[in-house]
């Protein structure tokens, strides 16, 4: 049986960074990496653009409902995502990202910031070696997401709204010199993406 990601205990603006972490640190997903079911078809779902989820054409409404099926979601290494439970694997379509991330919060200055996201499904997200950000390569048309889980550079990831972006922007801005970037869990994360090779950041 998979539960559905608890609801936080306080608004998320309210959270301090040690309450955020000790959240991260209780989340329990289950282990769809090691699941390979026999058995596959189509769900008939789909995550629109803007996070909302479809089943049959149908908005699926229920917000307790999304996050069960968030928790079972994986992308596969051909870049499709499928929902998969130890008997199943149903594929999902994906118009943009699975997750889009909704706040911010930003504790600390330069090299000893972190930045946790809320995603639209409650789950918390502390930016960092594990979880790179990326901005894309054009700065005129910026790809703001948040690796989320799976293998980095092929996992699900989180789009960052816009108004996140601009926030990132302005404290890279305010505190870099030379090409902007910003830090987060001894990582810095260029706003600019370099080549092939680059990780996503550098400690």
């Known amino acids: 049986m998979v539960s559905p990601a608890p609801s936080l205990p306080k608004a998320f603006s309210q959270l301090s960074l040690?309450?955020?972490?000790?959240?991260?640190a209780a989340r329990k997903l289950p282990p769809v990496e090691q699941w390979h079911p026999e058995r596959s078809g189509d769900s008939a779902m789909e995550i629109r653009a803007d996070g909302s989820w479809y089943h049959e054409g149908g908005r699926i409404g229920r917000p307790a409902m999304v996050k069960l099926?968030?928790?079972?979601?994986?992308?596969?290494?051909?870049?499709?995502?499928?929902?998969?439970?130890?008997?199943?694997?149903?594929?999902?379509?994906?118009?943009?990202?699975?997750f889009r991330a909704v706040e911010m919060k930003s504790e600390g200055t330069g090299e000893g910031r972190r930045l946790v996201f809320r995603l639209d499904t409650d789950d918390l997200v502390m930016a960092g070696p594990q979880h790179p950000l990326t901005f894309g390569r054009?700065?005129?048309?910026?790809?703001p997401r948040l690796h989320v889980r799976g293998t980095i550079g092929n996992g699900l990831e989180a789009r960052i709204d816009r108004?996140?972006?601009?926030?990132i922007v302005g404290m890279a801005l305010?505190?870099?010199?030379g090409d902007p970037a910003i830090w987060s869990d001894g990582v810095r994360f260029p706003l600019v993406d370099g080549g092939a090779g680059d990780g996503g950041g550098t400690p």
């Not at 040690?18 to 991260?24: I, M, N, P, V």
């Not at 305010?174 to 010199?177: D, L, P, Q, R, Y």
């Open 18 to 24: 040690a309450e955020a972490a000790d959240l991260l």
């Open 69 to 98: 099926f968030s928790t079972i979601l994986r992308r596969e290494p051909d870049g499709s995502h499928v929902l998969v439970t130890p008997a199943e694997k149903l594929a999902i379509a994906v118009e943009d990202t699975p």
């Open 138 to 143: 054009d700065p005129d048309h910026p790809d």
């Open 163 to 167: 108004a996140l972006y601009y926030e």
């Open 174 to 177: 305010a505190e870099g010199e």
